[in-house]
Nanobody
Framework: QVQLVESGGGLVQAGDSLRLSCAASGRIFSTYAMGWFRQAPGKEREFVGT????????SYADSVKGRFTIFRNIAKNTLYLQMNSLKPEDTAVYYC????????????????WGQGTQVTVSS
């Protein structure tokens, strides 16, 4: 069992940066991948990016590529999402998730989810 707790959300202006954290408790095995998803009001949850827990391979949605960076600190069991050049369309609740089966862009592949943290970007 893995528990995930996100933090770091808030209200920022367009062009600002923000770093989200996701603290994981429980055992994360080498086969795991961690992902970030987001959900705006009235929209479906969408993939933001993913990273393999071991190996550090990443993949990003086209909408955030070049602006967002995912990285993790294995010793601290913490996942991060560095968000730069934020846009109003990035406004959403951001969730971190863990997938026992490895890398995936599909939310349905992830077994463990955090409670989410709100990011609001004003224009």
């Amino acid at each position: 069992q893995v528990q995930l707790v996100e933090s770091g959300g808030g209200l920022v202006q367009a062009g600002d940066s923000l770093r989200l954290s996701c603290a994981a408790s429980g055992r994360i095995f080498s086969t795991y991948a961690m992902g970030w998803f987001r959900q705006a009001p009235g929209k479906e949850r969408e993939f933001v990016g993913t990273i393999t827990w071991i190996g550090d391979s990443t993949s990003y949605a086209d909408s955030v590529k070049g602006r967002f960076t995912i990285f993790r600190n294995i010793a601290k069991n913490t996942l991060y999402l560095q968000m730069n050049s934020l846009k109003p369309e990035d406004t959403a609740v951001y969730y971190c998730a863990a997938n026992r089966g490895g890398w995936s862009t599909s939310a349905s592949s992830y077994e463990y989810w955090g409670q989410g943290t709100q990011v609001t970007v004003s224009s």
